[in-house]
């Protein structure tokens, strides 16, 4: 028994140290809260629960991955990459793109996998961080086959 919990507390141990070093740039975790559609043709869900991890490699990139209740009541998972130069960084403001892959939504024929659910995103990110928590507003562009306006979503995060 002792050798197993050493073996488990030796792998948890090696795994955070991998991590920190990946994620040299500061770990986040975000929690999805809701989302804004601007002029909607119909009502759509605003409280948008879920969780999801920024991983910054360094000051202006970062790999993120998370799950949320989208705007139609489904199960939406996301992941891709966060670019956040330097030369758009203001005191507690900084300018971000993120770029990657979505499920939950009909992307027609953009879309790929069952019922063409995933899709592309690229997403403009407006963050405001003080020390240890943040909120993220993100501005999701349209999605046309769904009937989705412009949305505006928005995270609090805390780091670690």
């Known amino acids: 028994m002792a050798v197993v919990l050493g073996t488990i507390a030796f792998t948890i ?72 130069p330097e030369f758009v960084h203001w005191g507690i403001v900084r300018l971000a793109v993120m770029g990657g892959l979505i499920s939950g939504y009909n992307y027609g024929r953009y879309g790929f996998g069952h019922d063409h659910s995933i899709g592309p995103v690229a997403a403009p990110i407006v963050m405001v961080t003080y020390k240890r928590v943040g909120m993220n507003f993100i501005l999701v562009p349209p999605i046309p086959s769904d009937n989705l306006p412009f949305t505006i979503g928005f995270q609090l995060k805390v780091g670690f």
């Open 13 to 84: 141990g090696a795994t955070q140290a991998r991590a920190a070093d990946w994620c040299g740039g500061g770990l986040w975790v975000d929690a999805m809260l809701g989302s804004h559609h601007i002029d909607p043709k119909q009502s759509f869900e605003d409280f948008n629960p879920g969780l999801g991890v920024e991983c910054w490699v360094n000051g202006e990139w970062a790999v993120t991955a998370g799950e949320y209740r989208n705007s139609l009541s489904h199960p939406s998972w996301y992941g891709g990459g966060v670019w956040a």
